[in-house]
């Protein structure tokens, strides 16, 4: 068994291009991921402030009251 045709890359245009794409697939589904996290902490966050405000559940939100002119 030859070990280094294991590590061996192939240096032609294809395979660089699919080496990139794969690169830029990689990061662009890591980047929807953490877009997803930050989400959902930001969310987390916005409920946290809600309840010590006094609007802990659904049934309750704010009613708009303009004054009478």
Sequence with gaps: MR???????????????ERQERLERAVTDGLRKLAGVLKEAA????KQRLARQGYETKKDFLQRTDPKR
């Design 3 to 17: 070990l280094p045709l294991l590590f061996r890359r192939e240096n032609s245009t294809a395979a660089k291009a």
């Design 43 to 46: 969310d987390l966050i916005e």
